[in-house]
């Protein structure tokens, strides 16, 4: 669960066209370079903005330093970098904002090639680093040869994405439909999580080059390389269950019943070896494992769908309507009955043998494949409720919003 940010309320109108937004925890040493770059940039191109400090518990007179500079410093109790974004774009009072790290790595008196694609339309735009250059020392070779590249890939996989840089520090975008994506991450996966919302609502995006420059500052990065690496490889996991569930689990499925078919009449020859009852008892498993990771799929894309997560797919609805809690009952129900006349036949056999070993291994894959078959039933039971249990949570959420519309009908005097 996400801890709520407290978030400054937005300014109740538009005054300015920009606002160049800063995260700042402890950057005393490079915020006032930024911040007068950052002003020059406004000034020297005729820009009504603003500078926005975003600060997130800043102990070394970082605060201090953005007011003397003159810049706007709003306090964002809610540790992280998503949080202190999500107070800084929350306070923001331009009708478009700029986001960069205020480690004087990004250069704030070049954005006009971001307010030109803002300007033209665009809701999102991302400045790409491998495009505009990266000097000696600005990015570790793990980050530049393997994380950026390996992350960003599998975004424009799973999302269609194309963006070359997911994980640009400089990027700007349409103020009002940013706040409406309703972003929640608190971590360094909300760079992630801006880009793949923006996506999925269907926002028009670009990318301009841009360049990275080493930071100034003295003290190590606040970003951990491993850590905040998997917190966006978890999130781009968790918002497509198509890659994380779907697709292993179908794969999955089709090897196991491979497996089973072929196993089940007896051993199979493959060149010198032979692949007996052990093999079977795998194929088994592994075509219980199928059947439990797509019936995942179909409940995180129900839940993602009911909390907002992911739109409505289109593509999607038939696998979700085949996967519906009543049919998965029905299913689960015919599967047990065959599975349990299996499994008493099994035991039977081993009754007529007085309880001894069994010679026939047919009847051994006869049982074993019976108590996949109870497995997969109880699977799939436990699927529908959990189904059903978030289409009712969803009716509830909805309910107050239905009976509010119909009070606000106008009533005859």
């Known amino acids: 669960m996400t801890t709520p940010v407290n978030r400054p309320p937005a300014a109740p109108a538009q005054q300015v066209e920009l606002t160049i ?15 007068r770059k950052a002003r020059r ?33 709003v306090p964002v109790p809610a540790r992280g970098y998503g949080a202190a974004l999500l107070g800084g774009i929350a306070a923001a009072r331009g009708t478009y904002t700029i986001m960069g790290d205020a480690d004087d790595s990004y250069d704030f008196e070049k954005l006009m090639p971001f307010l030109e694609q803002l300007r033209a339309g665009n809701d999102l735009v991302m400045g790409n680093r491998f495009k505009g250059g990266i000097a000696p020392g600005a990015m570790p070779a793990s980050h530049r040869y393997l994380g950026n590249p390996v992350l960003s890939w599998l975004g424009r ?28 991450t608190m971590g360094m996966e909300f760079a992630s999580e801006m880009v793949v919302r923006s996506a999925l609502a269907g926002y028009k995006m ?3 080059p841009t360049t990275l420059a080493k930071d100034g500052r003295s003290r190590p990065p606040h970003l951990r390389t491993w850590r905040d690496g998997w917190r966006h490889l978890r999130f781009l996991l968790i918002y497509s269950p198509r890659w994380l569930f779907l697709y292993p689990g179908l794969t999955l499925f089709a090897l196991g019943l491979t497996g089973v078919v072929l196993l089940y009449p007896g051993e199979l020859r493959v060149g010198a070896n032979a692949l007996g009852v052990h093999t ?26 009911a909390r907002g997560l992911l739109p409505p797919s289109a593509r999607y609805s038939g696998f979700l309507r085949s996967l519906a809690p009543e049919r998965l009952l029905v299913v689960g129900l015919v599967l047990f009955l065959v599975a349990l006349i299996g499994l008493v036949w099994s035991v039977w056999q081993w009754i007529e043998a007085d309880f001894g070993p069994l010679s026939d291994q047919r009847i051994l894959r006869v049982l074993v494949l019976s108590f996949t078959g109870l497995a ?3 699977q799939l039971w436990l699927a529908a409720f959990l189904a059903s249990l978030i289409e009712i949570a969803q009716q509830d959420q909805q309910a107050p919003t ?8 106008p009533r005859a005097s």
Not at 27 to 35: K, R, V, Y
Not at 288 to 293: R, S, V
């Open 376 to 378: 997969a039933a109880v």
């Open 402 to 409: 239905d009976l509010a519309k119909e009070g606000d009908e």
């Open 41 to 73: 940039f406004l000034a020297l191109n005729n820009v009504s903005g603003e500078v926005l400090i975003a600060d997130n518990g800043s102990s070394d007179g970082s605060r201090e330093i953005a007011a003397a500079e003159g810049a706007r410093v």
């Open 157 to 184: 996989r799973f999302f269609r994405i194309p963006i070359g840089d997911f994980h640009s520090g400089l990027r700007g975008f349409n103020t009002a439909s940013t706040r409406a994506l309703g972003l929640s």
């Open 21 to 35: 937004l800063m995260p700042c925890l402890n950057e005393a040493e490079t915020l006032a370079t930024c911040i």
């Open 280 to 305: 079977f008892v795998a194929a088994c498993m592994v075509l219980l494992i199928g059947i439990q990771a797509t019936t995942f799929a179909a409940i995180a894309r129900r839940y993602a769908t």
């Open 206 to 208: 670009t990318e301009v």
